[in-house]
């Protein structure tokens, strides 16, 4: 007996929780402890895998304190050289190394009596560690190359996807800093966790896809909208509703609207069948050799292949390259350094 295709939804019935939407009661739990550790000034650590939204939640917070009419500063520490971390964060003097014509402000002078977020923060170098310890301690930091002290008021908000212990354990993390920064600790829940979450936020972002097609046909689409295929899905078939429900979603949140933005690009029509999603989903893994390699790969070699393939596509765009792997760019650096690839 064939099942009938499942419609989209004419409305969703969802909470959208400062630009994260939901309908999972793990989520509504975050929501509240988030809302009561954004009153007092402590300093938060979220920890969360890649995709699940911490920097949406690091700006929840700050709109929900007292600081939300100051600046909220945000910054990848994975993307940064422990060089180009100091000056970012801390800004330098002009003649403060080769090229610095001017005088720069960094994120926690451009912050001072708001909120500074620090994405990966575990990705930091140590001596990046003991400057951000010491803005910690004494509300002060030294730009590069200067010699008089700064005084600052930022409130610290930090993410990692790694386990702060660990990277103590390993050597790899002030102990110090960790107690400085993980005053209280968030966890925010995989988007396997999050209990109706798969399929609320698959029908979302169907329609949000649907809703820029269908203003890119009546001429009223932004420039943004200009790669936007005029496809509309208006149901799902039973066997791509149940590979969107069964897969383990490792990229979440940002892989499961990476998934319906490729179904949109490549398929045809109003009805979303099961082989138009990627491979990945219809549990058809990557083959593990290939003429130029007879023999199996490990997952290592894998992965190093698949990546140097998508910057090669990419014309070694790493923005367009995460794309094209369905991870951020963040991942994306990272991995390049786990690999001990060019970044």
């Known amino acids: 007996m064939l099942l009938d295709p499942i419609p989209v939804p004419a409305q969703l019935d969802v909470t959208v929780f400062h630009g994260i939407v939901t309908n999972s009661p793990q989520m509504l739990e975050f929501f509240d402890l988030l809302r009561r550790a954004a009153r007092s000034g402590a300093s938060i650590l979220i920890r969360g895998e890649s995709g699940t939204g911490k920097e949406l939640a690091a700006a929840a917070i700050h709109r929900l304190s007292h600081r939300r009419e100051r600046p909220f500063k945000a910054i990848n520490c994975a993307t940064l050289t422990p060089e180009l971390a100091a000056s970012e964060l801390f800004g330098h003097v002009r003649g403060a190394f080769t090229g610095a014509i001017r005088e720069r402000a960094g994120l926690f002078a451009l912050a001072d009596g708001g909120t500074v977020f620090l994405d990966e923060v575990a990705e930091l170098s140590p001596d990046i560690q003991g400057r951000l310890l010491r803005v910690l301690?004494?509300?002060?930091?030294?730009?590069?190359?200067?010699?008089?002290?700064?005084?600052?008021?930022?409130?610290?908000?930090?993410?990692?996807?790694?386990?702060?212990?660990?990277?103590?354990?390993?050597?790899?993390?002030?102990?110090?800093?960790?107690?400085?920064?993980?005053?209280?600790?968030?966890?925010?829940?995989?988007?396997?966790?999050?209990?109706?979450?798969?399929?609320?936020?698959?029908?979302?972002?169907?329609?949000?896809?649907?809703?820029?097609?269908?203003?890119?046909?009546?001429?009223?689409?932004?420039?943004?909208?200009?790669?936007?295929?005029?496809?509309?899905?208006?149901?799902?078939?039973?066997?791509?509703?149940?590979?969107?429900?069964?897969?383990?979603?490792?990229?979440?949140?940002?892989?499961?609207?990476?998934?319906?933005?490729?179904?949109?690009?490549?398929?045809?029509?109003?009805?979303?069948?099961?082989?138009?999603?990627?491979?990945?989903?219809?549990?058809?893994?990557?083959?593990?050799?290939?003429?130029?390699?007879?023999?199996?790969?490990?997952?290592?070699?894998?992965?190093?292949?698949?990546?140097?393939?998508?910057?090669?596509?990419?014309?070694?765009?790493?923005?367009?390259?995460?794309?094209?792997l369905g991870i951020s760019r963040t991942t994306l650096w990272r991995k390049l350094r786990e690999l001990d690839l060019p970044d």
């Open 137 to 324: 301690q004494e509300r002060t930091f030294v730009p590069i190359g200067g010699t008089e002290p700064v005084q600052v008021d930022v409130r610290l908000l930090a993410a990692t996807n790694k386990s702060l212990r660990d990277e103590v354990e390993r050597r790899r993390f002030r102990e110090d800093l960790m107690y400085r920064i993980r005053v209280v600790p968030l966890f925010l829940p995989p988007l396997v966790e999050r209990e109706g979450d798969i399929e609320t936020l698959t029908w979302h972002f169907i329609r949000q896809f649907n809703a820029r097609a269908d203003q890119r046909q009546r001429g009223r689409g932004d420039a943004d909208d200009d790669d936007i295929p005029w496809r509309q899905i208006e149901a799902l078939a039973p066997d791509a509703h149940a590979r969107l429900l069964a897969y383990h979603w490792p990229g979440n949140v940002r892989e499961l609207r990476n998934v319906i933005e490729y179904v949109f690009a490549i398929g045809e029509g109003e009805l979303l069948e099961g082989h138009e999603l990627p491979p990945e989903l219809r549990g058809e893994p990557p083959p593990r050799t290939t003429r130029l390699h007879p023999h199996p790969m490990s997952p290592a070699d894998e992965e190093r292949a698949r990546i140097l393939e998508a910057l090669r596509l990419a014309n070694g765009l790493k923005s367009r390259a995460a794309e094209l």
